[in-house]
């Protein structure tokens, strides 16, 4: 039943006058009748009786007023709390994104919304850290929009935001350190790997296919971080992205790849939702931002 309906009925209840409350809603004299008859036939129902004073309620239209005016005064906030969300004064926004990226990228991305939107409410998951879990977090619902790198899923709207090179990353004191020009593939193999738990290492197992390389893992590990900190301590060598090495401070050496390897970083969205007030307004303060990061920008 259109809701126009309740609100007709309850200016006819208000007025005591049919006439009144047609002007009031915009109404010709008949096509309020006609509104009022088809909300009785569909209720199967007597809700208004002509009196001499006017128009008045039966005792079921009276039984009936209360609750139709919850449900009208219920569709009346329910608008007025679409208009505050796409008004970007409401809501919450529930972002995922792997760990070099929650890291490094959005405390800035973060802050700046937070500046031009402080009644929406952000909320950020990383899960495991693997783009499977991020990808899964996404179309399940859990969150609203990732940060992520070659999405499997063609359901998702996925545009590319910049390059991340790969680099291995070497202990201190190790020979390579030294070595002028960029490490090669076969080199790497030789020497063992620090290998990031499964789930985390989709970048490397890529360059394990792309270039037939194949590690001697002497060891697994949950994060970047302790990837880096093992490295530090002479205890292997590992492939890192840029993002997180140029982002902090440590004393491992990093030395060039052969090839040159990197990794997309992109931003994808359920669907039509790349539309959404809030989801547009987070993409927009992302690209603003994103030569303040270092990194080459792509699209």
């Known amino acids: 039943m259109e809701i126009n309906k309740y609100r007709l009925f309850l200016k006819i209840a208000e007025f005591n ?31 208004l009786q002509r009196t001499n004073s006017g128009t008045q309620l039966t005792a079921d239209g009276n039984i009936l007023l209360p609750c139709i005016r919850e449900v009208v005064e219920k569709d009346d906030r329910v608008r007025d709390l679409v208009k505050s969300i796409n008004s970007m004064n409401a809501g919450d926004l529930k972002i995922g994104a792997f760990t070099s990226a ?113 590690p001697r893992v002497a060891f697994t590990l949950p994060d970047d971080f302790s990837l880096l900190a093992m490295t530090e301590n002479g205890l292997g060598c590992t492939i890192l992205p840029n993002l997180i090495l140029s982002n902090y401070k440590h004393n491992a050496v990093i030395k060039e790849i052969e090839s040159h390897p990197y990794r997309k970083v992109g931003f994808a969205s359920r669907g039509k939702e790349t539309t959404q007030p809030r989801i547009k307004a987070l993409l927009s303060i992302t690209h603003s931002l994103l030569s303040s990061f270092g990194v080459e920008i792509l699209g």
Do not use: W
Not at 143 to 162: E, G
């Open 17 to 47: 006058n049919i006439t009144s409350a047609a002007k009031a809603m915009d109404y010709t004299q008949s096509a309020a009748s006609y509104a009022i008859s088809s909300m009785e036939n569909e209720l199967g129902l007597k809700l």
């Open 102 to 214: 929650a890291m490094v990228c959005l405390p800035r991305i973060i802050s700046r919304f937070h500046e031009q939107y402080p009644d929406i409410k952000v909320e950020i998951f990383s899960g495991s850290g693997s783009y499977n879990d991020l990808e899964y977090a996404l179309l399940t619902g859990l969150v609203d929009c990732i940060f992520i790198c070659n999405p499997l899923s063609a359901d998702l709207n996925y545009i590319d935001l910049f390059r991340d090179p790969l680099h291995a990353v070497l202990p201190p004191n190790h020979p390579l350190a030294h070595q002028s020009g960029p490490i090669t593939f076969r080199q790497l193999e030789k020497i063992p790997f620090l290998m990031p738990k499964e789930g985390n290492n989709t970048d490397i197992m890529h360059l394990c296919d792309q270039f037939n390389f194949h």
